[in-house]
Structure formats: C-alpha cells, structure tokens
C-alpha cells in the first residue's frame, strides 16, 4: 500500500514527532508507515485523515506498490 503522508507532513513542515504526537503515536511508527513497513489501523488512518483534512482514500492507495524509492 502507497500512502501519502510524507509529502504532507514535509509541505506542511511538520516533523515525524511533531505527526506522531499530534495522532498519539511513536515517532517510529509514522517512519514505518512512511517507509511502508507498517500499515495502519482503521483508527489511526482515520487520525492521520482528519490531521490532513484528507480522505483515507486520498492518504493510501492499496492499488499501488511502494516503488522503492523512500517517497510517497
């Protein structure tokens, strides 16, 4: 699963900690999601959701592989 966090955390300036404390999670694991290591709950896409102000669908997409690359 392709998800898009990173890219919004950085336009927004925010770091993994600052993400993770603003959800209620550890800093590792929104790394392991960014890195694809990690699927979220139900209940934390939703957190990261409304973070956003994004659609889960708009945050991950299960049709897409990671490419590799380290960016969403």
Known sequence: MKCDIRDRREERGESQADLAAAVGV???TINAIERDRYDPSLEL???LAAHFDASIED???PELED???GSA
Do not use: I, M, N, Y
Request: aromatic letters at 16%; proline letters at 0%.
């Open 26 to 28: 550890s800093r590792q």
């Open 45 to 47: 896409a939703f957190e």
């Open 59 to 61: 945050l991950f997409d």
């Open 67 to 69: 490419d590799g690359s």
